[in-house]
């Protein structure tokens, strides 16, 4: 798809904090759209796919809660993610996840944000933020405002001490973080471990790929 995403449409009622993060990611080649709820995201979200693209989202508690993927479920496009999971093939099954992130949208959450606008994700395979990187052709990362922190530091430990913890226990991990409730870096390892691959989004040099859709209340973890 070659149709760039357009200027942010729902900026009404903006936060300050959410209005400086905006002008910080614009600095880096990344928009930003605001909407106040749920319901008005997934409106924006659906407005910026067109009919017939193919979609892939990554694994996201945000999207689920919003009701994002019973929209998508039932939107005019070419949703990869219910083909990907139907292939039992475990080979087979890694090749049609590598294929996914190429769709022409990609869609998926946020671990971190900093208020000058790096964005840290961290995945077990490394799926989801090859697609985050370069390969899929548009993104669109939805985050409840709870997501934004201080600083680099910050962000790194609200993936491993909050993201992670809570991703390990709601998949039923056997990690040292979903047994503590802290990360042990140095003692996970083994496929259970969920953060195996972190990327640090610090700037975006193709013109309209990445839009962040920063939600007015806290989703996800």
């Not at 995201?41 to 994002?68: C, K």
């Not at 799926?127 to 530091?153: E, H, T």
């Not at 809570?166 to 998949?171: G, K």
């Not at 039923?172 to 259970?192: E, F, S």
Request: charge should be positive; hydrophobic fraction near 40%; charged fraction near 25%.
């Amino acid at each position: 798809m070659d149709a760039p995403i357009q200027p942010p449409v729902r900026d009404k009622g903006m936060p300050q904090a959410v209005a400086v993060l905006k002008r910080e990611l614009e600095r880096r080649g990344i928009g930003l759209a605001y909407c106040a709820d749920g319901a008005s995201a997934v409106d924006y979200l659906l407005s910026r796919i067109p009919v017939g693209a193919t979609v892939m989202n990554g694994g996201s508690t945000t999207l689920e809660r919003i009701g994002f993927l019973d929209a998508l479920e039932d939107g005019p496009y070419d949703w990869l993610r219910p083909r990907v999971k139907a292939v039992s093939d475990p080979e087979e099954r890694v090749r049609a996840r590598r294929r996914a992130t190429i769709a022409d949208y990609f869609v998926g959450g946020i671990n971190a944000i900093t208020e000058a606008g790096e964005i840290v994700n961290a995945d077990g395979s490394g799926n989801r933020i090859s697609a985050y990187a370069f390969g899929a052709g548009r993104v669109l990362l939805v985050a409840g405002v709870n997501k934004i922190v201080p600083d680099i530091a910050a962000a790194f430990e609200r993936l491993r001490n909050v993201a992670a913890v809570q991703e390990c226990r709601h998949l039923g991990m056997n990690t040292p973080c979903a047994l503590t409730g802290r990360c042990d870096n140095a003692a996970c390892r083994g496929p259970d471990r969920q953060c195996g691959k972190v990327l640090v989004i610090e700037n975006e040099k193709i013109p309209g790929r990445i839009c962040v859709v920063m939600v007015g209340a806290a989703l996800g973890y």
